[in-house]
């Protein structure tokens, strides 16, 4: 007598009689059969290894919303776009999530430096995936060296000869980043560098006075009072070494080119939510893919932020992009901008100590134009009245307190012509009671305006307006007003409009965007296809067409040169260039760092030469000339984008007033 079959077996049965039932083929039921009694087994858990210092798990929740990164939002998305489980593991190093979970983490997300040396250490390469921002929209950190508040030490130099105590060598804003900054300064590093970690040994270590200064992390630097390791105000910093990158998302082993890309998803898809953004306290999410940095350890001085650098004094949200310069006074700063829905230039003035917005002036300017069509065109100052040129040909002046407009006209309506294509950028030029604008009426290429009311005071015709600016100088013993206008370089009878000479260069088509500049009794003249030359005038106050000197060393599409101690700097798409007048436009100094290629902006100052670069950060050169001395970061990149710092700067005192796409900063400029 056979045994009764196994109740487990009865649903198979009843499933078996259904299939047959039904008529399908004994193939497929038998598949059927084979996959109910030997189910796929359970995929293999996803490893993610979290070294971040600022996770929940790796940090102490002393300050509400901050060091408290969780973690596990990034192991849900993941979950959810893999189809499969992900186990968490919360080690320093890959290698150390290895031993802890017994198996190669997939991917690791944690500090580059560690990542970095971790894989030369075992040999196996990482992958960066992404960087993580974090709540200011960064992506890189520094050291900090500090001292204790009652140490005479003032700065990096004064450090000389002292103990300082230096983080491990996977930790390169503590380490490698803080030897650069000491060798900027023509300090030693010792043979064998005394460390400590943490952060928190550290600085006890200087407060028990065991060490003179120590490096910690900047992002530790919050926590050393909240966490009670320090008294808050016993501790000072006084120097910051060159930013480097902090939390980046590493494929630890191999990953399957559909995992690579569901783990981007996930990480976009937390990007995206500003819910999921706040539970990894970062402002902007994971970028991707990973920008690049400028810092060099083997060449860094360029980056090194000296004690005593430049610090943001405010910032000031904008709506728009616009290339347009800012103006100011002690008092006030005047900056362009335009409209979210891209109808109206809107011209803020704002208080110079705090960025306060006072009052604002707008008006309709709908075009479509490269960069918007912001106001391209620097304000101008002139006692109680502000001038203010668009893009479109609106020319204002109005009260520097309260932004009242006392007049308005527009160049197109009133002359005639068309916008040039990159709209009207050349800076109103002002002379005593007059303003003079260039028009888009070939009839009346220049006209001076009287700047108290606005009524026409002469005109003069000529080629449609360049991009440049003009500018008043004296050469060959006469005044003159001087600049390109589309195809040619001119001088003109300030007095009248007269045209007093016109010089076509060797090559055409050049766009004719830096300004001229008056360098002794000759006028220096910079553009894309024709190089940089100097030119002479004779006792009438004509130009000689023949240059007295000329070179190709900068040729310069956009960024004005300036000149000082006889020498003349500039920049183009290929770098930085100091160029000595007196033997001819000799080259002195050039560097071809990538940072300084895109596009910069130069200041002449009492002690060096301020750049402003796309990048969003200011450089200072020093005297003679050499590499840089100090790298400034002003704003931050928007995702993957530079901040394109394109508005020319202007400095008043020891304030340095900025613009980026996104907002303005006034800069506090250490003293000379």
Known sequence: MHSPMPRRNWPLIAGLSLLLIQGVPFASWAGWYSRNQNPEPAKTAFLLAVGDPLAFENACPCIKGYAQRDYH??????THELKRPVELVFSQTPEGASQRAGRQPDV??????????????????????????????????QGLFVVRQDDPAHGVPDLAGRTILFGPSDAAEKHSAAFALL??????????????????????????????????????????????????????????TAPVPFIGVFAASKLTPSDEAGIKRALSNLSGSRRLRGRLETRDGFIMPPPTWPYDPDNPVSHAIRSGSPRVLWRCPMRSQSLGGLAAT????????????????????????????????????????DYTSAPRATPVIVGDQVYLLGALGDLLCVNLETGAVQWHINLIKRYGGTVPTWGFCGTPLVMDDRIMVQTGNAHSGLVALNRRNGREVWHSPGSLPAYGSLILARLGGRPQIVGHDSDSLGGW???????????????????????????GDMLLVSTENNGTRLYTFNDEGIIRPEPWATTQHLKPDVSSPVVMDGLIWGADQTGVHVLRVASQLTP???????????????????????????SGTLHEFG???????????????????????????????QRLYLRSATEAACVELASP
């Open 183 to 240: 060798r900027d300064f023509g300090l030693s590093v010792p043979a064998t560098p005394p460390e400590a970690e943490p952060c928190t040994a550290a600085a006890q270590a200087v407060l028990k006075r065991e060490a003179d200064a120590a490096v910690i992390s900047d992002y530790a630097w919050p926590l050393l009072s909240a966490c009670g390791a320090a008294e808050s105000g016993s501790l000072r910093v006084v120097g910051r």
């Open 73 to 78: 939002v990034v192991a849900d998305l993941i």
């Open 108 to 141: 690791f997300i944690g500090k580059t430096s560690v990542a970095e040396l971790n894989a030369r250490k075992t040999g196996r390469p990482l992958k960066c995936l992404a960087m993580l921002t974090d709540h200011t929209g960064k992506t890189t950190l």
């Open 588 to 614: 002195v100094w050039e560097s071809a760092d990538p940072q300084y290629t895109k596009y910069m902006r130069l200041l002449a100052g009492p002690s060096g030469i301020l750049a402003a670069a796309l």
């Open 493 to 519: 009878d300030p007095e009248t409009g007269r045209r007093l000479w016109q010089l076509k260069p060797a090559l055409p088509n050049d766009f004719n965007v830096p300004t001229p500049l008056q360098v």
């Open 623 to 653: 005297l003679p000339p050499g590499r840089a001395i100090q790298h400034t970061p002003v704003f931050s990149p928007l995702g993957e984008f530079l901040p394109e710092m394109w508005s020319p700067p202007v400095r008043v005192g």
């Open 330 to 369: 002690g008092d006030w700063v005047i900056i362009p901008d335009k409209s979210e829905a891209g109808n109206e230039d809107v011209w803020h003035g704002v208080r110079a100590d705090t960025g306060k917005p006072i009052w604002t002036v707008s008006y309709p300017a709908a075009a479509e134009m």
